[in-house]
């Protein structure tokens, strides 16, 4: 039988408290660090991070408000005062001097906002980021200002890119393999928003996602590890939603962004079909009013027909 002096209980004690402290603090920081991936992830899907907000009262991307365009002083101003839950701006490389990154969509080449100055600001409230490219040279250059800046912002970041030539579009897609390769390397954990350059016209019969487009997509989104969100543009959606819709099949990670042009002709009907055939929790509306105020009257008197 094994014996043990009086005088070594204390030691004994001692040795367990020891071992106990230890297991604790070994278990917060896990803790910690389980939280800080959690909450802190730029990845975090929006609507769980406005839910623990309490800005939205359910998973539902229509629930969620944009600010277009916060390319100024002024601009960013009445985003940041304004009830919107997501800011999204362009960036671009100025052109003179410094050639720093600047807020500012083409044709447009200078901006009294340099993207610092626009992420410390943003910084400061509860808001989303979405940042949107247009060209490959500002993004090296902005990805550098964004890993500075990382431990003072706190909300979900979104970066976007024309990637593929798309629909009636006529700009040159920003390098697929060259923005990916920039952005994973430096935050493998961002959101990607990834598009089409896209035109339409109304005076005539405008196509739609094609097969080819989507499934150029989904081999290049299929090797990423990260949520993707892809924007697609309202007047298109309804004829191509057989393809989107299988695009969205294809991965959990995957969400629709529905945005529109100021000009843009297209039903609230249409868009009431794409909510009525997804999950509402992958499918956000970035619209301009009148069409944003229509398209949640029509959903609010839906739930009021289910309701009575």
Excluded at 17 to 33: F, I, K, N, P, Q
Excluded at 82 to 95: F, G, Q, T, W, Y
Excluded at 250 to 261: E, K, N, Q
Aim: with cysteine.
């Amino acid at each position: 039988m094994l014996r043990i002096r009086a005088c070594s209980y204390p030691l004994l004690l001692l040795f367990l408290a020891a071992g106990a402290v230890v297991w604790l603090l070994s278990r917060a920081d896990l803790a910690g660090s389980a939280m800080e991936r959690t909450q802190g992830s730029w990845s975090e899907n929006i609507l769980d991070d406005f839910l623990c907000k309490k800005l939205i009262k359910r998973r539902d991307g229509a629930e969620v408000t944009w600010y277009h365009a916060a390319n100024s002083k002024t601009k960013l101003n009445e985003a940041v005062h304004s009830d919107v839950h997501m800011i999204e701006a362009d960036v671009l490389l100025r052109k003179s001097g410094d050639k720093e990154p600047i807020m500012a969509h083409p044709p447009q080449t200078d901006s009294d906002l340099t993207l610092q100055e626009w992420l410390l600001e943003v910084s400061l409230t509860d808001k989303g980021i979405k940042l949107d490219f247009k060209s490959l040279e500002a993004v090296q250059p902005s990805l550098l200002i964004l890993q500075a800046m990382k431990p003072k912002i706190k909300q979900v970041v979104w970066l976007n890119a024309d990637i593929l030539p798309g629909p009636g579009g006529k700009a040159k897609p920003v390098d697929a393999n060259e923005f990916l390769q920039a952005v994973t390397t430096i935050f493998p954990d961002v959101t990607l928003s990834l598009g089409w350059t896209t035109g339409w016209y109304p005076d005539k019969a405008n196509e739609g996602y094609s097969w080819e487009m989507v499934r150029e997509m989904e081999v290049i989104c299929k090797v990423l590890s990260q949520p993707v969100t892809f924007p697609v543009r309202a007047a298109l959606v309804r004829q191509s939603w057989s393809q989107l819709h299988w695009l969205l099949e294809t991965s959990d990670r995957y969400s629709l962004t529905i945005w529109a042009g100021k000009d843009d002709l297209y039903s609230v009907e249409d868009l009431l079909y794409v909510r009525s055939n997804s999950k509402k929790c992958i499918i956000y509306y970035d619209l301009f009013d009148p069409q944003d105020r229509d398209f949640k009257q029509a959903i609010a008197q839906e739930e009021h027909k289910r309701v009575q």
